[in-house]
């Protein structure tokens, strides 16, 4: 158990297109999911926690109007990047915390964002 | 100000080579220490938590330790498919969203 899944995993956009980002949590409802974003050879950055059916809180530096989030169920969270630019390029990962443990994460494979 | 530290940040080792992996912490009031695995390209996978001094948790050749100031990932006998980066996070009682800090992770290369 504990599957959580990313669509797409690849996906390339022209600068000044949005892109929208799907997590899914596919064997347990997440009461909590993060958005990650990670550069090459770096560790993970949180930009996000999202709880259902709530706005989300982003961490400091983050632009909430650039990189919108809806946790509409406690299966779905979906990240949208507004107006894309080259610098918004990066691997950007998700994850979910499931209701009622100890705040284990599960990480979803991840989605590959090149802007051109 | 909550802290996580990885050492060393790049290791080899000779496949059957064993060695560890250290996390050093500094966080008010530990809630959590999880270690993740991640491939290149690739998201997370989640190793282990563990919650109290002295605990110790086991899988296949790795085996994570944990005191008061750090973590320990042990790795016996290592195979080339152990080659990965091996990232710890803690979670601090001061956090009420489950926010983890990661260290920057340590970067496994096992050498057949």
């Known amino acids: 158990g504990a599957v959580v899944s990313q669509h797409p995993s690849r996906v390339i956009c022209k600068s000044g297109t949005s892109v929208k980002i799907e997590c899914r949590s596919l064997?347990?409802?997440?009461?909590?999911m993060f958005w990650y974003r990670q550069f090459p050879k770096k560790s993970l950055m949180l930009m996000a926690t999202?709880?259902?059916?709530?706005?989300?809180?982003?961490e400091q530096g983050v632009e909430k109007d650039k990189f919108l989030i809806n946790h509409a169920s406690l299966t779905l969270s979906t990240l949208t990047v507004t107006s894309a630019h080259p610098e918004d390029s990066s691997f950007y990962i998700c994850?979910?915390?499931?209701?009622?443990?100890?705040?284990?994460?599960?990480f979803g494979p991840g989605t590959r964002l090149t802007v051109t | 100000e909550d802290q996580v530290t990885q050492s060393p940040e790049a290791l080899r080792l000779q496949e059957g080579e064993s060695s560890s992996l250290n996390c050093s912490y500094t966080?008010?009031?530990?809630?959590?220490l999880f270690w993740y695995r991640q491939d290149p390209g690739k998201g997370p996978e989640f190793l282990f938590t563990?919650?109290?001094a002295g605990e110790e948790k086991e899988k296949e050749r790795l085996k994570a330790t944990l005191t008061k100031k750090e973590s320990f990932l042990h790795i016996t006998a290592p195979k080339p498919e152990d080659s990965a980066t091996y990232l710890c996070?803690?979670?601090?009682?001061?956090?009420?969203?489950?926010?983890?800090?990661f260290g920057q992770g340590t970067t496994l290369q096992v050498k057949p």
């Open positions: 994850s979910a915390s499931r209701q009622g443990t100890s705040y284990e994460q599960y």
């Open positions: 966080v008010s009031g530990l809630r959590g």
């Open positions: 999202s709880n259902e059916g709530s706005k989300a809180t982003y």
């Open positions: 996070a803690v979670l601090s009682g001061s956090s009420n969203t489950g926010k983890l800090i």
């Open positions: 064997d347990f409802q997440a009461t909590t």
């Open positions: 563990l919650y109290s």
